[in-house]
């Protein structure tokens, strides 16, 4: 069994960064981890993935080198990275594990609130 645990969110203004941290328990089952969002009256959107095993990433066009997803193994903890922050980067940010297809995934954290203030 994979449990997620988002933290890092909070409230920020626009330009600033943060970084969200996703702590997985159950690594020996993870083949890949992701970042979503989704904000007040919008679809879910999928941000970034990371293969456990290997570290190879994936980014959605919208990120443009602003977000990194990156993953400790040791601790179990895969990260993302925002810089530069924007009031339409303001969502609950979501981590997942094990994709069944490209954006949809087997186990899911409870969210965190990312709040970028203008």
């Known amino acids: 069994q994979v449990q997620l645990f988002e933290s890092g969110g909070g409230l920020v203004q626009a330009g600033c960064s943060l970084r969200?941290?996703?702590?997985?328990?159950?690594?020996?089952?993870?083949?890949?981890v992701a970042w979503f969002r989704q904000a007040p009256g919008k679809e879910r959107e999928f941000i970034a993935s990371?293969?456990?095993?290997?570290?190879?990433?994936y980014y959605k066009d919208f990120v443009k080198g602003r977000f990194t997803i990156s993953r400790d193994g040791a601790k179990e903890t895969v990260y993302l990275q925002m810089n530069s922050l924007t009031v339409e980067d303001t969502a609950v940010y979501y981590c997942?594990?094990?994709?069944?297809?490209?954006?949809?995934?087997?186990?899911w954290g409870q969210g965190t609130q990312v709040t970028v203030s203008s």
């Open positions: 969200l941290s996703c702590a997985a328990s159950g690594g020996t089952f993870i083949t890949a």
């Open positions: 997942a594990a094990n994709p069944t297809s490209p954006y949809e995934y087997d186990y």
């Open positions: 990371i293969i456990w095993s290997d570290g190879v990433t």
